[in-house]
């Protein structure tokens, strides 16, 4: 992106996309459910439309009527396809006020018109392709946005088993960045136990050598999945992470596992080869709608690592107290209950 965009516009720029993007996943949801997508669009192009006036310095007193943006702006820039973008409008008002359901057609055409827009005034107004704002900007997780952009590198060559095998660490990254701390002192309460490791599994040789042991065994690795699979199911959700996206997340990617020697390998199987750009957009736009929302648990975080500061290695023994009920002296007890004085 070009230097003379500031972080914060550029931040803006990848939030319209996420909005934009999110329209394009409800648009491909069934019937009646797709109506969101108009909803998204808009708010996307409205909130374009408002960096575009702060952008070129235009003095409004306050925020113009959607339409009303062509004429606002005109001094400076001509917007393009006003026509597409009231009919944008006209179909979320019908959706929002009455209760008519756009058509298939009308969520497609919807699509094509932002799209075009998008791509319009993003390259006059701000010098940039839209297609190449990068909606990681506004993820706080260092180690996932790493990954995230490794991956983009094997998507760009077409190589989609690869790139899909680094979204899927981006992913395991995002939940250690809440699982683990950098302060051993406490641990996280997105934690929910050690981690269990698929090396973790209790095996044969590990056993009594008694009779009972052979029925044991197969109870302790059905134990040891659930708990795995269990300890991940907790720390998605509680870090507000949509649930059944991830299971479309796993089944579409592969597994990858670390070994000893530092490599993390996964199985080339013929399945992933048949994954398509549209496989791993909708997987990328996953792990960043999946760090928006843990990000709410970076708060929680960053009290940790200042109660750590605070706490560690004291110059002397830390005193106790003791709860003594409410402050202030007790009541004096003239020795009469309730029903006594009533009486």
Known sequence: MPQTLNPLTVQRLAYIR????????????????????????????????????????????????????????????????RAGMKRLNDWRVALKHNGTFPSEHQIEQAR????????????????????????????????????????????????YPMAMAGLVLAFDALLAHYATRDRPASASPFKFGSTIYRMDEPKEREMPKDAGSRHLLPKLKKIHSFAAAGQDALRVMSLGIDYPSLARFRVMSPSVHGYYDGSQRFVDLPSLRTLTEDDYNWARHFIIESGLRASRADEIR?????????????????????????????????????FEAEA
Do not use: C
């Open 18 to 81: 996420f909005i934009y993007q999110e329209g394009i996943e409800q648009s491909r949801q069934p019937s009646v459910l797709s109506a969101r997508a108009l909803t998204s669009f808009h708010d996307a192009t409205e909130n374009l439309l408002g960096l575009v006036v702060e952008h070129l310095e235009i003095d409004v007193k306050k925020a113009p009527e959607f339409l009303g943006y062509w004429e606002t702006v005109r001094p400076k820039y001509q917007l393009p396809n």
């Open 302 to 338: 960053g009290m940790q690592e200042r109660a750590y500061e605070l706490d560690w290695n004291p110059s002397e023994p830390y005193g106790e107290r003791s709860w003594k009920g409410p402050a202030g002296d007790p009541p004096e007890d003239d020795g009469v209950s309730a």
């Open 112 to 159: 094509a018109a932002v799209a075009g827009f998008f791509h319009t005034v993003a390259a006059d107004v701000f010098g940039v392709d839209f297609d190449s704002i990068d909606m990681v900007d506004l993820l706080t997780q260092p180690e996932t946005v790493r990954l995230l952009r490794e991956a983009q590198t094997h998507a760009d060559i077409g190589d």
